[in-house]
């Protein structure tokens, strides 16, 4: 592959001759901003490895609401549970935030490559603990920190993979100010999905947050001014 895989990413933990075969199967797909690519309770095993561009993954509730579940980008595979688990309905749904390149890997030849490459079967297991590690943190958060501190550990999540990824679309250094741009593309309604509170909440999180000089914000941009400041705030 010629893209250099984004740090931290499914792809960045592969060896260079891993990235190369991963790279070889599946067949190139492009997707609109604003486009589905996932739908929750279909029944399919295609996973999805992102090249450019993010997408949103975020699931229904019973009273019709959504509740984002994370951003992806560049080096992130996503839906590949239904590859390991063939049968099953999607949990969730995934949208395209902005143009989308990917490869569409169909489970029959991600098993095939994971068989072929088992330090990768490794980093996909990996992968996997990881995401269900960052899913319990961030239920037990929702207790003893009220919306502001939810939404600014989102935030400084955000930009610790920024500053690992300088060379990903996710982030990067705003020479003018030292701070860390965040590329999350989340409306206050999508965030406040992520964090569990209200859109009311995450606006006033967000205008306490500048209020005290940690970020600046513009359309669907943040820019983390203090990150120490941040961090400490977040607890």
Avoid: K
Avoid at 145 to 165: I, Q
Avoid at 199 to 204: G, H, L, N
């Amino acid at each position: 592959m010629a893209e250099l895989p984004a740090v931290g990413s499914f792809l960045g933990s592969l060896a260079a001759d891993e990235r190369t075969a991963l790279g070889a199967i599946g067949h190139a797909r492009s997707y609109r901003r604003g486009e589905r690519m996932i739908l929750e309770g279909d029944q399919n095993d295609t996973t999805y490895l992102v090249l450019e561009g993010r997408v949103r993954v975020f699931t229904g509730t019973p009273e019709g609401n959504e509740v984002t579940l994370c951003v992806r980008g560049p080096g992130d595979l996503i839906g590949e549970m239904g590859a390991l688990d063939p049968g099953g309905r999607r949990s969730a749904s995934v949208i395209a935030l902005e143009p989308v390149r990917c490869r569409v890997i169909a489970a029959r030849e991600l098993q095939g490559f994971l068989e072929a490459h088992p330090r990768s079967a490794l980093a996909l297991l990996r992968l996997v603990i990881g995401r269900l590690r960052g899913a319990d943190r961030r239920r037990t958060e929702f207790g003893p920190y009220d919306a502001t501190r939810r939404l600014a550990r989102v935030l400084m999540e955000a930009a610790d993979e920024a500053a690992g990824a300088s060379a990903s679309p996710e982030g990067r250094r705003d020479g003018a100010a030292g701070g860390v741009q965040l590329g999350l593309a989340l409306s206050q309604h999508e965030l406040s999905g992520l964090i569990g509170a209200s859109r009311e909440s995450v606006a006033r999180g967000m205008a306490e947050l500048r209020r005290r000089g940690l970020v600046t914000t513009g359309r669907r941009s943040v820019t983390i001014s203090d990150a120490d400041g941040l961090r400490r705030f977040a607890g």
